[in-house]
């Protein structure tokens, strides 16, 4: 296996200059995650339905899907490919990279160099899903604003440069249409509906919610530039992404719960990898 350490990590505090006029924002229907979104959306509507009641084994997967995709999206988009919080083998990114694909958030590519940016610029001009423009635009708005569709691989060399990762970020409907196809295929029309639609909106709002709850509500325990803050039941919801205070203040970290009633899950997910030998250099 070829390891993937050895690169520096991203300058996650480099300061940018405040500006008073946003540019104009430009909503578009060309966005490509807007039309899985939609999909998915109208998807766990279904869930109403009689045809889509669910056997205890369908809750199960649908926790399931939950549980192991936001585990890829916020140890793996967010804490390895955004923060390079710790090292792993090849197999593993790219398994982090596909798994999480099937969040229906992008790519790992599109997805951490956002949120570079959003590290850089945080709640200024220059932020993709900055709250400068109020919530909706930092929970989902921005997500089809065209400024922000095309993947900045500029903010991202030392990823973009995995040939199996450039691809799954041009095939980013691949790893969807996998689970999509898995999901009804073991389930049937009620597993697709919960398994792949039901918890896929869950877990979307939920990581959402870190750009627009999370810059919003609750309280702060550093006082950082933005307006992040802290809170457990975000934290509980994204596997500990809600000490988001915690992180703005030290974004290298792989741990962002602090102290044991900090609740991160992911957190000691990292932990176990790192017993099991599969990911290293845990930064702390
Ligand atoms: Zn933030
Ligand atoms: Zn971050």
Redesign the pocket.
């Known amino acids: 296996m070829q390891r993937t350490d050895g690169l520096s990590a991203p300058s996650d505090a480099a300061a940018a200059p405040v500006s008073k006029a946003l540019p104009r924002a430009r909503l578009t229907w060309a966005a490509p995650g807007l039309w899985a979104m939609l999909m998915i959306h109208v998807g766990a509507l279904l869930a109403l339905l009689p045809a889509a009641r669910p056997t205890p084994a369908i809750l199960w997967s649908a926790l399931g899907s939950f549980t192991v995709r936001n585990f890829c999206v916020s140890a793996g988009f967010h804490r390895y490919f955004s923060h390079r919080a710790f090292r792993t083998h090849r197999v593993v990114q790219f398994l982090f990279a596909f798994i999480g694909g099937m969040a229906v958030m992008r790519s790992a590519l599109w997805w951490a160099a956002q949120h570079r940016l959003?590290?850089r610029y945080?709640?200024r001009e220059g932020d993709p899903h900055g709250t400068l423009r109020g919530f909706w635009w930092a929970h989902c708005l921005w997500f089809i604003d065209a400024a922000n569709q095309e993947t900045r691989l500029e903010e991202l060399r030392d990823f973009a440069r995995y040939p199996e990762l450039r691809w799954l970020e041009r095939n980013e409907f691949v790893p969807i249409a996998v689970f999509v196809a898995a999901c009804a295929a073991l389930g049937g029309f009620a597993g697709w509906v919960w398994a792949a639609n039901v918890s896929t909106v869950l877990l979307c709002h939920a990581t959402f919610a870190?750009?627009s709850v999370?810059?919003r509500f609750g309280p702060r325990r550093y006082a950082t530039r933005?307006r992040?803050t802290n809170l457990l039941s975000i934290a509980l919801l994204t596997f500990g992404e809600g000490w988001?205070n915690n992180?703005?203040r030290w974004p290298g970290r792989a741990r962002l719960g602090e102290g044991w009633r900090e609740v991160d899950l992911s957190w000691l997910g990292i932990r176990a990898l790192a017993r099991l030998g599969l990911v290293w250099g845990v930064r702390r």
């Open positions: 959003h590290h945080a709640d870190l750009n999370s810059h933005d992040s988001h992180h703005h």
